[in-house]
């Protein structure tokens, strides 16, 4: 099995155990009403300038044939570079 393959089962568990507890079910509902007015009374959240490191592995794939259709490293930084800075500045207002 790939990793592509894999898939969470958390939303298939959750459900299962909603529907056979509707005390679960209720504080759910409950939990996602608080959150969804939490993020309209402060503009879908609250930023800080906290800062997190994720480690990132790159695969990359190409036809063996040569070292030509490979991409470089510079490539790959300066995508991690691109995707970091949108996501630094997702939702912002």
Request: hydrophobic share 35%; aromatic share 6%.
């Amino acid at each position: 099995m790939n990793a592509q393959e894999a898939s969470c089962a958390i939303n298939a568990f959750q459900e299962y155990q909603m529907s056979q507890n509707v005390d679960i079910e209720n504080n759910f509902i409950q939990n996602e009403e608080i959150m969804t007015n939490f993020m309209l009374e402060n503009g879908n959240g609250v930023r800080n300038s906290t800062s997190y490191t994720i480690p990132v592995v790159v695969h990359v794939i190409h036809d063996g044939e040569n070292n030509l259709s490979n991409i470089s490293d510079a490539q790959i930084i300066s995508a991690i570079n691109d995707l970091n800075q949108k996501l630094s500045n997702f939702n912002s207002q």
